[in-house]
């Protein structure tokens, strides 16, 4: 039976999240914001036959070929491959990213994200209620306003053990100003403290970790060697 999100559209945190791209949080600062508001719903759309390869290329093939997938439409993500594993892979777009970022609303973003079971059972519920919320006219602060109403009534899960997923996409385009970041893992923990961690020491495997009072995580980026294709990735650019 097709899993649907009823009058909601799936999409997160990236963690990021997504997440939803290292480089984006580097232009925080800018003074001026590139993409003031939401584009027209078509621009943030795409075919989907390309979102489900899109989406697949976030992991290797082992993991993607028995994921469920699901796809963004005008009404909502839906789930168009049902999946064996219990992974889930999706594409975010730019509103998966955090409150300050300045590319929110790029419709040009794409980040093939696959969450494991855990990951997935916090990731679709939460995704879903931002983007519904994004749907319904909500502006950047207000949705997150809303977001942390929806925690604080208990009304989305809370954070399980062991949630991470895959960003391995050499396909991804996760900023205006570096697209292609490096392919890396996304743990999501209980808000605590990046120096548990060793997030961003020299030498440390964990470049980069994100806290997020709102939705009550942190998130740890470990970059990896390899795209999901097997193609070998520099360690050195970006």
Same mark, same amino acid.
């Not at 584009?39 to 992991?59: F, G, H, K, T, V």
């Not at 696959?114 to 519904?132: G, H, M, S, V």
């Given at each position: 039976m097709k899993r649907q999100v009823p009058r909601m559209i799936a999409i997160r945190s990236f963690a990021m999240v997504l997440a939803l791209g290292v480089a984006c949080q580097a232009q925080a600062q800018d003074a001026k914001v590139p993409y003031p508001n939401m584009? %027209?719903?078509?621009?943030?759309?795409?075919?989907?036959?390309?979102?489900?390869?899109?989406?697949?290329?976030?992991?290797?093939?082992?993991?993607?070929?028995?994921?469920?997938v699901m796809v963004l439409g005008r009404h909502g993500y839906e789930t168009v491959v049902n999946g064996k594993n219990g992974f889930v892979c999706m594409v975010w777009r730019s509103w998966a990213a955090g409150s300050d970022d300045p590319e929110f609303w790029n419709p040009k973003l794409?980040?093939?994200?696959?969450?494991?079971?855990?990951?997935?059972?916090?990731?679709?519920?939460?995704?879903?209620?931002?983007?519904?919320?994004?749907?319904?006219?909500?502006?950047?602060?207000?949705?997150?306003?809303?977001i942390k109403a929806a925690f604080d009534k208990k009304e989305l899960p809370p954070l399980e053990p062991s949630a991470?997923?895959?960003?391995?996409?050499?396909?991804?385009?996760?900023?205006?100003?570096? %697209?292609?970041?490096? %392919?890396?893992?996304?743990?999501?923990?209980?808000?605590?403290e990046p120096g548990t961690w060793g997030a961003g020491l020299p030498g440390s495997p964990v470049v980069v970790a994100f806290t997020d009072t709102q939705e009550r995580l942190t998130t740890f980026l470990v970059p990896v060697a390899k795209w999901s294709d097997g193609t070998s990735a520099s360690m050195d650019e970006h």
């Open positions: 584009a %027209p719903l078509d621009q943030y759309l795409m075919e989907p036959n390309a979102e489900i390869a899109l989406a697949r290329s976030a992991a290797p093939v082992s993991i993607s070929q028995d994921a469920e794409r980040a093939p994200i696959c969450f494991n079971p855990a990951a997935a059972r916090f990731n679709l519920p939460l995704t879903a209620k931002r983007t519904e919320l994004i749907l319904a006219g909500r502006s950047q602060a207000q949705m997150f306003e809303d991470m997923c895959y960003m391995l996409s050499k396909q991804q385009y996760v900023s205006d100003r570096d %697209p292609h970041w490096h %392919p890396h893992l996304m743990f999501f923990i209980p808000l605590t």
